[in-house]
């Protein structure tokens, strides 16, 4: 039982689904982020010997989608996603108990993420509705999540934040 399975049955949907491994974005960590038919999709470079965590998300060719920098000297935890599609910021925010994430996107709406971030149980908002679900309830391996991404939102972008959100948490 795991994303295959669960494919098989919401297949009408158009939902995407990815396979995601648990904190090992560390400097100098690259790893791939397979779609759901377990073809390599996406690729997230950790670039080592910088001065600020920095990862490179590219596409299965190798060509790169989204540059995601850690921000410092700021209030608040946050990376920049740099993009040609548009720039997001993504920041813990300040206020409340559990943990939430604010994503603001240049020329968008911007996005939340809230839930069990730590777990990688959690959801991605855009006014309220939910663009994209976090979950390890779907693998029965270890160290690994799944994302669900809604029809027509942006992939890349919706995995550059749960990068993010990943390197964000595991500090």
């Known amino acids: 039982m795991g994303l295959r399975d669960r494919q098989r049955r919401d297949d009408a949907s158009g939902v995407q689904r990815y396979q995601m491994r648990e904190k090992l974005l560390s400097i100098g960590d690259d790893y791939w982020i397979e779609d759901e038919s377990g073809d ?7 670039k080592a010997l910088r001065l600020r965590d920095t990862f490179v998300l590219e596409d299965a060719s190798g060509a790169e989608v989204a540059k ?3 921000r410092k000297l700021r209030v608040r ?3 920049n996603i740099e993009r040609a599609a548009g720039n997001a910021t993504v920041h813990k925010a300040l206020i409340g108990i ?3 994430f604010k994503i603001d996107v240049d020329g968008g709406d911007d996005l939340s993420a809230h839930g069990n971030l730590v777990d990688h149980e959690y959801t991605i908002e855009r006014d309220g509705d939910k663009v ?7 693998f ?6 799944g994302v669900e991404i ?21 500090d």
């Open 98 to 100: 559990r943990d939430r």
């Open 68 to 70: 995601i920098q850690e």
């Open 132 to 138: 994209a679900e976090v979950s390890k309830k779907w």
């Open 40 to 46: 390599r999709a996406f690729k997230v470079d950790g």
């Open 140 to 145: 029965r391996v270890r160290d690994t999540y």
């Open 77 to 79: 935890d946050s990376m």
């Open 150 to 170: 809604a029809p027509g939102q942006d992939d890349a972008l919706i995995l550059a934040i749960t990068v993010c959100i990943d390197a964000l948490t595991s």
